[in-house]
């Protein structure tokens, strides 16, 4: 494929349980990005990677939350003790090195119930 | 802080009658300013990147436009397929975006 894709589209889980949400950019993309968007607003950042390592991860909203890109393609977002007010679209974007701009997948919508 | 407001919140047209939306912004350093397409249930679609002012880009109906405060992405003779959501952001210091809240746009036949 030759987008950015995300499993699951969708995730329903209870208050208080432990969620994975997978990211596979673009091929070839260094840079990967996550963001949450709430119904009716703009996507918020949370996590920025370049390679292997978090180089920007000053939108994390508390410690609930943790992202890994071991091998510098794939990355989880890890969300802990999930709450009501975690439910969003999960937005996954990546970028090349050879342009700014951020290439979108079609996010997982998570809903906490 | 960057900022980024987007107006109107929500416009409707009559296919064919063209328009614009506004993007106002406040950057530390704009590295990029860029325009994207939502549809209902899906992420966004990358449309335009405009870098100094002055700038402009065309796409089929679609011309985005760019001073030192705001930009505006003209839609000229719009049709039904044109309507979704339409998002401004801007890229400052930080590799990051930072959206506005979009302007829902609806175009009738």
């Known amino acids: 494929g030759a987008g950015v894709s995300q499993t699951p589209s969708n995730k329903v889980t209870e208050k208080g349980k432990y969620v994975e949400l997978r990211c596979d950019p673009i091929s070839g993309h260094t840079a990967l990005y996550w963001y949450r968007q709430s119904l009716g607003q703009g996507p918020e950042f949370l996590i920025y990677?370049?390679?292997?390592?978090?180089?920007?991860d000053s939108g994390l909203p508390n410690d609930r939350f943790f992202a890994v890109r071991p091998e510098g393609s794939v990355s989880t977002l890890k969300i802990q003790r999930t709450e009501r007010g975690d439910s969003a679209v999960y937005l996954c974007?990546?970028?090349?090195?050879?342009?700014?701009?951020?290439?979108f997948g079609p996010g997982t919508r998570l809903t906490v119930t | 802080e960057d900022q980024v407001t987007q107006s109107p919140e929500a416009l409707r047209l009559q296919e064919g009658e063209s328009s614009s939306l506004n993007c106002s912004y406040t950057?530390?350093?704009?590295?990029?300013l860029f325009w994207y397409r939502q549809d209902p249930g899906k992420g966004p679609e990358f449309l335009f990147t405009l870098y100094s002012a002055g700038e402009e880009k065309e796409k089929e109906r679609l011309k985005a436009t760019l001073t030192k405060k705001e930009s505006f992405l003209h839609i000229t003779a719009p049709k039904p397929e044109d309507s979704a959501t339409y998002l401004c952001?801007?890229?400052?210091?930080?590799?990051?975006?930072?959206f506005g809240q979009g302007t829902r746009l609806t175009i009738n036949p």
């Open positions: 974007a990546s970028s090349s090195i050879t342009g700014p701009e951020q290439y």
């Open positions: 990677f370049q390679g292997t390592g978090a180089a920007d």
């Open positions: 950057v530390s350093g704009l590295r990029g």
């Open positions: 952001a801007v890229q400052g210091g930080a590799q990051k975006l930072v």
